[in-house]
């Protein structure tokens, strides 16, 4: 299993026909090659895109003057071999260290899978460590 902690930002927006395409094109107009991105409706009119670049400078600079309401955050992202239980073991270390995770996003492709994952910015440390010892 390979583990690193990235950067991630969230884009909060309207929840309407097109919002996402047209992220997707400010990023393309930019050059901005984003690692994961999650877009989703939560209610009332309201949506969140979840952008997570390669570089996050150059995010930074492409989104500095769109008017856009942007949170940026920490997440840690895990790939490994993709097999059944895999991402459920790292889970339950996390889960048996007290920490409740705000968000997993996982896919599996042929062979590995890709998972990012979010929690409080006070459990950070706790689970650097926890998965540096793995």
């Not at 994961?36 to 949506?47: D, K």
């Not at 997440?75 to 339950?92: I, P, Q, S, V, Y």
């Not at 995770?101 to 650097?128: H, N, P």
Request: negative net charge; hydrophobic residues 40%; aromatic residues 12%.
């Amino acid at each position: 299993m390979d583990i690193s902690r990235v950067t991630s930002f969230e884009i909060s927006g309207h929840d309407q026909p097109g919002e996402t395409a047209r992220f997707a094109k400010h990023m393309a107009e930019h050059e901005i090659n984003l690692a994961a991105v999650l877009s989703f409706g939560i209610g009332r009119g309201n949506a969140h895109i979840v952008a997570i670049p390669y570089e996050p400078p150059a995010f930074r600079r492409a989104v500095k003057y769109t008017g856009w309401i942007i949170k940026e955050g920490t997440c840690f992202h895990l790939t490994g071999e993709d097999r059944a239980g895999a991402l459920a073991e790292t889970l339950d270390q996390i889960g048996q260290e007290g920490i409740n995770l705000q968000a997993v996003y996982a896919m599996g492709f042929e062979k590995r899978y890709s998972a990012y994952f979010w929690c409080d910015e006070k459990d950070i440390e706790t689970i650097r460590k926890l998965l540096k010892g793995w």
